[in-house]
């Protein structure tokens, strides 16, 4: 098994958190070429897998790339569901933000595996300055407007999210927040322990087991506090967060290129989708529109589609 190299190590200003296991290595294999190509400034990533995944993982360690084990955070995490909630995925939102008690980066960037980069980044993406994270807080008033995200996640989630206010005695009727890809600061996640975690016995599965919103918890907690400086970048990454979502994209023929001219990268979101495995953000429409419809009604509207063309162009002529 390769060792993780934890010690030894000066804390950075800026770094990468990546989350995976094995189920998910084609995905975090993509992403980690993604990497690769863009991330021109080097900037530090550490992967954290299940210990009996660091070997499989281990290809991608290099200069930049360092894996840990899950182990690491082993007095933190649960082997039991909490609130319905299998345990793998609350140990990945334990571990997006015990992360920052191993003082390796003082802000860090967690990058979920179905994720891909897009385009060129560094530091300016990140950071207001270079003690200041940007904070990715939106109110995502569209996705309360799609009909099918509103009854699949909205109302569960806003309940969810008020909750979360509740408890903190947080009071903004906007809500500000996001899904994930937080740029995190370690200030902003250490007041959350020492102020309101502590003096309530609470360990971060207390707080989740109240809401499992880790991102909410910490916006939210940033908000209130204010340990650092608050300044406001949009997403960045677009989230394709249902199948409607998705193929409306491959209807308006929206590439890569043209993504990448306001992201940094592109989530297909693996909860709807992982069934295909890796999407390609290059997919042609036609694939991309015949997941869901299927070949046979695919072709019969794009013949259909090119009859009225045909009948329209006639028309016009004469």
Same mark, same amino acid.
């Given at each position: 098994?390769?060792?993780?190299?934890?010690?030894?190590?000066?804390?950075?200003?800026?770094?990468?958190?990546?989350?995976?296991?094995?189920?998910?290595?084609?995905?975090?294999e993509r992403l980690m070429e993604s990497l690769?190509?863009?991330?021109?400034?080097?900037?530090?990533?550490?992967?954290?897998?299940?210990?009996?995944?660091?070997?499989?993982?281990?290809?991608?360690?290099?200069?930049?790339?360092?894996?840990?084990?899950?182990?690491?955070?082993?007095?933190?995490?649960?082997?039991?569901s909490l609130g319905g909630i299998r345990?793998?995925?609350?140990?990945?939102?334990?571990?997006?933000?015990?992360?920052?008690?191993?003082?390796?980066?003082?802000?860090?960037?967690?990058?979920?595996?179905?994720?891909?980069?897009?385009?060129p980044f560094g530091a300016k993406d990140l950071m207001f300055d270079d003690q200041t994270p940007f904070s990715i807080l939106v109110e995502d008033n569209d996705l309360k407007v799609d009909p099918a995200y509103y009854e699949q996640n909205w109302i569960g989630r806003s309940q969810s999210l008020a909750k979360i206010a509740e408890i903190l005695d947080f009071q903004d009727l906007r809500m500000l927040t996001c899904h994930g890809h937080q740029i995190l600061s370690t200030r902003?996640?250490?007041?959350l322990n020492e102020d309101f975690l502590a003096p309530k016995g609470w360990t971060y599965l207390d707080m989740l087991a109240e809401s499992p919103y880790e991102f909410s918890w910490y916006?939210?907690?940033?908000?209130? #506090? @204010?340990?650092?400086?608050?300044? /406001? &970048?949009?997403? *960045?990454?677009?989230?394709?967060?249902s199948a409607s979502q998705h193929i409306e994209l491959a209807l308006r023929h929206i590439s890569p290129d043209d993504i990448a001219r306001g992201y940094l990268g592109f989530v297909i979101n693996s909860n709807f989708s992982k069934s295909w495995g890796p999407i390609s953000p290059n997919e042609p429409a036609e694939?991309?529109?015949?997941?869901?419809?299927?070949?046979?009604?695919?072709?019969?509207?794009? #013949? @259909?589609?090119?009859?009225?063309? /045909? &009948?329209?162009? *006639?028309?016009?002529?004469?």
């Open positions: 098994m390769t060792e993780p190299r934890l010690h030894g190590r000066t804390q950075v200003p800026l770094g990468i958190l990546v989350k995976s296991y094995r189920e998910d290595f084609s995905l975090a690769d190509q863009h991330n021109v400034e080097a900037l530090p990533i550490w992967i954290v897998v299940p210990d009996e995944d660091i070997d499989l993982f281990s290809r991608f360690t290099s200069k930049t790339t360092e894996l840990l084990p899950e182990s690491v955070f082993a007095d933190q995490l649960t082997d039991q345990p793998g995925y609350i140990n990945q939102e334990v571990i997006k933000l015990a992360f920052s008690g191993l003082g390796l980066a003082n802000n860090y960037l967690p990058i979920d595996s179905d994720a891909v980069i897009l385009r902003v996640i250490e007041s916006n939210f907690w940033l908000q209130k #506090s @204010r340990p650092i400086r608050i300044e /406001i &970048r949009e997403p *960045l990454f677009k989230v394709v967060h694939l991309t529109l015949a997941r869901y419809l299927g070949w046979g009604l695919l072709l019969r509207t794009l #013949s @259909r589609k090119f009859t009225l063309s /045909i &009948r329209t162009r *006639l028309r016009t002529r004469k």
